[in-house]
Every structure is written in C-alpha cells, then in structure tokens.
C-alpha cells in the first residue's frame, strides 16, 4: 500500500468506527474509560519498554535534555494518564445535549442537539502522554481519534493506544477497534495526506510550538482549530486597586512563566503611572522578573530597566521576561491589544466597572478578564474537568476546549405529518 | 497598487471597522438598516442603471436567459431587498446574549457571551440581491463584510453597497465606511488572496454551485462554512401510515423540486413496499416526477419505471426526477444515507418513536425529521428570521444560518483581585 491508500484506508475505518462511537451509550463509555484506565498501569511495564526505545532513539538523535524530559513515561506520568482518563469517565456524556428547543407556529418541534463532531485529527509533538488524554477525551465525546505524535515518541504512543483500545474492546462488545488510531509510520508526508481527507476527517488540533502548527494550518484542507501563542497583557487601569494591581500583575507573570496564560506585556495607564509603577517593577523584580520598557515608563523608572523594541510587543517569552507600556488609559490598552495581542487572554485591572465593561466587550480575545489574572484560562479552572487545548480560533470553539468543545451539533425537527404548502 | 496591496488594505480597513462594529448598540445598527432599505427604495433608478449595463454586458457575453433572469434587478426585487433589512432589523441583536454562566468554588464568575465573528468574506455567483441580504445579516450581527458577486453584476453589486454605505454613514455618525466593502475588481486572482489573509478575514461563506463551493474551499486558507449539495432522502419505514408517506414524499419531491433541500431519494422499507410502493410513485408520477429504481423496486412496479444507475444515488437532481430504492428497515435506510447522503437533510416517516429516535440519532446529517417533509430546512421555517445559507458543516455553523449562526463567543471572567495558587 502507498502512503495516500494507507491513510484512506485509515480514515475510512476511523469514519465507519465514528458512527458506532456515536451510538454506544454512556454506560459503556465510561465501564471502557476505567477499563482503559487500569490496562495502562497494568501494562506499565510494557509502556516503560517501548518508551525506553524511544528514549534510547532519542539519545541518538541527539535530543535535548528538555525533549527527552518531555518524552520520558515513567510511574507518576503512567499514574497520571490513568486518573485522567478515571476522571473523564466521572464527566457527563457531552453528546445528547438539547441546547435549545423550540416549537413552529405550525407545530414543527425542533431541537438543537449536541453530537459528536466525528473524526478528529490530533497532531502533536514529543509528550506521548497526549495520546491518553487526547484519546480519552475524543472518545467521551463519541469521535473517533487519529493521533499523530512526534516521531520519536512513535513506540510510546502506538503501546498507549494499542492498550487502550484492547481495554475498550474486552470490555464492551461494540467497542469499534479503530477508535483511537496511531498514524503507524514517521514519515512526514502522512501529515498533508492525512489533512486533505476531506469526505472523513471532521476536524484537526495541532498542539505544540507556533512552528508545527502553522505548518498544520497551511497544508490542511479539514478545519483546523488552533492556537499559535498567547501574547497576553494585563492593563492597570487609572482607577485600579494598587495592591490589587501588583497582585494580578505578579501572579500572571510569574505563577507559571512558561505557559501560553501567563502575562508577557503590561500595560499602565500613564494617569498612575508615577505612582504604581515603581511599585509593580518592584514587585516583579523581586520575582526575577526582567522588565523591558517603552520610553514613557523608561522615564520613570530610569536605566535600571532595559527598553522595550518593537519586536518586543509580539513576543510570547515564555520566560521571566515583561515588556511594560505606557497607555492613555482604556482606550490606548484597547488599541494596543488590538494590534499585538494573539487573542488568547487579556486582563483589565480596574474599580470602575462601566471601564472594564468596556474592556471586556471591545477587547477581542477569547477570555477577558477583569480583576483576575491571565493564568485562569484553562479548562480545568473553568471546570470543564479537562482540556484538550486553548483555541485562539473563532469559529467552532474559542479559549478552554473541555469535552463540550469536541462536539457539534444537529437539529431534530418533529411533525406528525408535517407538509410545507 | 498590485492586488495584494489592494486586497490586504481592503481586509485590514474590514477588521477596524469590525471593531468599531462590535461597539455600536442594537438602535443604532437597527436605525441604519431601515436607512439602508429606505434608500435602495430612492435609489432604485440609479440601481436601475447600473443593473442595465450589467445586463447589457451579460447579453453581449452571451449569458443563458436563466442566468440573465437572476441578474435582473426589476422594482420587486429592489422592494425585496428593502423589506429583507427592514425584517433584519426587526430581529433581536443576536451580539452579548449570554449563552452560560457559571461561578466557580473561588468566587470567579465565567460568562460566555456571544460577539460579532469579526471580518466575513462572501462568495456568491451572479444574484445581485445577495449583495444586500447578506451585507445586511452581516451588519446586524456586527461583522464586516467583503463581498465578491459574479463580475457580470459587479455594477449592481457597487451600487447596492455605495447606497447602503451611504445610508449608513448618513444615520450613525459611529458608522465605519468600511463596513460593506465589494472586491472591486472582476479579476479571479481577488479570490485566493482575500482567502489568504488569515490575519484578517475570520470567515468565508460561498454561496453558488458546487463547483464554486469546491473552488474555494480548495483555495482558502481562512475558515470556510459551506454545503456542496443537498442529497436528501426520505425513508418510509414499515410502521409508516401510508397516507402521511405519500403526502410527505410527495411534498418533499415536488413542492420546489429545484433547491437544496427538496428530496432526491426515496427510501422504502422493503417489509412494506409491496403495498405502498404503487401508491407512491402513482402519486409522484400523477406529479410529472420521473422515478428510477433499483431492481428490487422495479419488480415490483415493472418497466413502467425507470432503472437507477449507481450514479443516481449520488445525484443531486434539482428537478423533477427521484431515485427510488429498497432498504431492509431502518437500518438500511441508515447504511444507505451514510453512503450517500450529503449531509443535509434526511426524514424518516413512522409511527413507531423507537425507530424514528434511532434514525434521527444515528444519521448523520445538518437536520433530520421524523414525520415532517425536508423542505422545513430553511432559516425562515426555523424562526431565524432570515438566512445566509445552509451549513452542511459540522465546525461553527450547521444547517441553517440566521443571525445566531454568524456570531462567535468569547469567556468573560469576573473575580475580586482573584490570583491562582
């Protein structure tokens, strides 16, 4: 078989598993999700062996210690996979939902219901946990799952799904065997094949650096719901809360620096700028915060800070780094985060609520916050009890994607001999 | 300027006018949409005008009659158009309705509140009254649009929007000019450019023939809702009351054999078909319909019908023709709509509601009826008021689209100096 038969094939028999998953009941769901659960830390040792493959591989390679961090299952990641996948089995069935109802002047029922999307592409990079968690999550919400990991995680995650599925399939007879599949081969042009099945792939998440996924984004022909990078900022508005400011300040940066939530630009209104910013500077370099500044901030805090370039306000460090601006009140914060921001999370700190009205609904972002810090967008913090990811995108979901988030939806319509004249 | 330039300047002037979009109360938008309608209704003789050269134009090109019927802009359309915007801004503001609210154990209050999508690309072919249909929808949900017509009604096309525009400047002084915007060149390179400009153009609807839906869809790198064709059947199981499946399938066939969601298969449980099939196609034929069966069917009828090719199971006629079939019970009813269906609609006529939630539940399609013809699948049917198109997608928008169907969502998130340990 060639590379495009390959991936038909497995596309076809994802889209033929889809219509079984989107019949099983939630009973069975969850009996296969406990299942799937035990098979993992029972099979540790097999996972620990294909895994020590990989790891061996990638010392070859010559991977960093960071990626082979990354790639490493041992008992507490393998624990983990397993309780995540316990606690997707505690979540209602996100599939069935009627979201609204309504009944015609001619008698016409109709009913917006919650289904499963179908066929879900997930493109990631080296963690092979992701393939429990994306697997997990998919099948909860009746999708069958293409997983397509890094190449140097490939035996990992073929052991994971091979497990899982086995799991599934001992433990509930209609269990469809190609549910969760690994794309089985590293070669990249599987990724462009997989991306242009359009009759059976519903829908592609790349997670990873910007670099994989606008790669994704540009060859695929299936929609693709995405996040490139959070560039978030938190705006201290001139009416704000000063002990508040420094708190939602510092927490956003430095809670987490390494997160796609985490703050990377403030913005100051320049009415309190004098008085508040010696006090969040002070704050933040306490916590080792590296603070680059715009000229007008610069001014009033003097060389002990570096200066902002231009580059600076589009980047996502991801470090312990800030650029920090000057802004003529809401407005200004507004138009900066209009041209920088990355439409992920953006935060106004302020006591003036007709303010942060306006910044909540003129702010373009998936979540604005008001009075709280950046680092809430997850989908845990919004309880959707797990995420598969952060989308920045606008149409289909939009910030924390939980279980919700993986469906789509169909109108059922009743009559009872219902004619249009 | 080359087209890049002019098109890239075209969609960054669309999104500052999307924000200054988002910010403008219902009153105002609805203010400007009655202004809208009024001043198509003044300028009718200048629409005129410009229509004339288009249809002068379209002659000398040698356009079908039928095609030169559509591009017509006579006063019942232009009255059309009008009525289309006062209806619109009748409707209620489908932006900041707050689709859930939640308050998590920290005292953080998450709403998720529905927005404008941002900046809408339109692809349509020659209508010029879906210039101001859809720019109005567009307008009333707080989305700029980008509107590219067929180039023979490039005319009409300018001149509907330069009086909207003209309208809406003269109503609102917050109105943003670049609000309606048309591709002002008939060059086809406009489109793959519009499409790549995914920093600034949120989403594509192309309206039209299947092989304009393909061409874009093929084309775009932004997000694209869309329905190639509409394969609709109707499935009489053998719990049927036979008089409500003649008038159901009748209707589904004949009331407007010529659109999208007009039935183009009939489906019949071979349990039953001995006694209702002759009933059936007597009444579609007394129609003028042209039946081609499948073998099992014809012996029953003989070679008063026509023989179905493999071809025709997959055709979407537009017009008086059906191709008929039978399937044993709903499950093969099903098996044949997963194979052939487009995704569109479907209907099932029985008594027994087992069946008919097995039918509605599995079949995978935008609308599925139980008891009610599939010509109910229209944004006017549904109470949406009017309708951009009908999605047979399954990410963002699926069925039909309203106002609701062309808006997007962000999280709103409210604490009292909130911070996370």
Redesign the interface.
């Known amino acids: 078989m060639d590379m495009t038969e390959q991936i038909t094939t497995m596309t076809r028999q994802a889209k033929d598993a889809s219509?079984a998953l989107?019949?099983m009941p939630r009973a069975d769901k969850d009996a296969c999700l406990r299942a799937m659960a035990k098979a993992l830390e029972d099979h540790a040792a097999t996972i620990h062996e294909s895994n020590a493959q990989d790891m061996e591989a990638g010392r070859h390679m010559g991977l960093s210690r960071a990626l082979l961090d990354r790639l490493l299952l041992d008992d507490s990641r393998i624990s983990a996979m397993a309780s995540g996948l316990r606690e997707v089995a505690e979540l209602d069935d996100p599939v069935?939902r009627i979201l609204e109802e309504?009944t015609?002047p001619n008698g016409?029922v109709?009913r917006k219901m919650t289904?499963p999307?179908?066929v879900v592409v997930i493109i990631y990079e080296s963690r092979p946990n992701v393939t429990a968690d994306a697997a997990g999550l998919c099948f909860k919400s009746g999708n069958a799952t293409i997983l397509r990991g890094g190449k140097e995680a490939l035996n990992s995650n073929q052991v994971i799904a091979h497990v899982m599925l086995k799991a599934g399939r001992g433990t509930c007879t209609d269990f469809p065997e190609h549910a969760i599949q690994v794309v089985p081969t590293p070669d990249r042009a599987a990724i462009p094949e997989l991306l242009a099945q359009?009759d059976n792939v519903?829908?592609c998440i790349p997670r990873g650096g910007e670099g994989l996924i606008r790669a994704v984004?540009?060859c695929s022909?299936v929609?693709v719901?995405k996040h490139y990078k959070g560039i978030c900022s938190v705006y201290i508005d001139g009416a704000a809360?000063p002990?508040?400011a420094v708190?939602?300040a510092v927490?956003s940066k430095t809670?987490r620096p390494g997160v796609c939530n985490a703050m990377e630009t403030l913005l100051v209104d320049e009415a309190i700028a004098p008085d508040i910013l010696p006090r969040l500077a002070e704050s933040l370099i306490a916590k080792d915060v590296e603070l680059r500044m715009d000229k007008s901030a610069q001014a009033i805090m003097g060389n002990s800070v570096h200066t902002a370039t231009e580059e600076d306000w589009d980047t996502e460090f991801l470090d312990l780094v800030c650029a920090v601006k000057l802004v003529p009140g809401v407005e200004g914060a507004i138009n900066h985060i209009?041209r920088h921001g990355s439409g992920h999370t953006e935060a106004i700190v302020t006591n003036d609520a007709k303010t942060a009205t306006r910044f909540?609904?003129?702010v373009?972002?998936?979540?604005?916050?008001?009075?709280?810090?950046t680092?809430?967008?997850d989908g845990g913090?919004?309880?959707m009890g797990a995420e598969i990811g952060i989308s920045t995108?606008?149409?289909?979901a939009?910030?924390p994607m939980g279980l919700a988030e993986l469906t789509?939806?169909?109108?059922?319509?009743?009559?009872?001999?219902?004619?249009?004249?």
Request: proline letters at 2%; hydrophobic letters at 30%.
């Open positions: 219509r989107t019949r069935g309504r015609r016409l109709l289904t999307i179908g359009t519903d829908l984004a540009e022909r929609p719901i809360d002990d508040m708190e939602i927490n809670q209009h909540q609904l003129e373009d972002a998936s979540t604005v916050f008001w009075n709280a810090s680092r809430f967008t913090q919004f309880g995108d606008k149409i289909g939009r910030g789509s939806y169909k109108w059922l319509g009743e009559g009872r001999g219902l004619i249009r004249s």
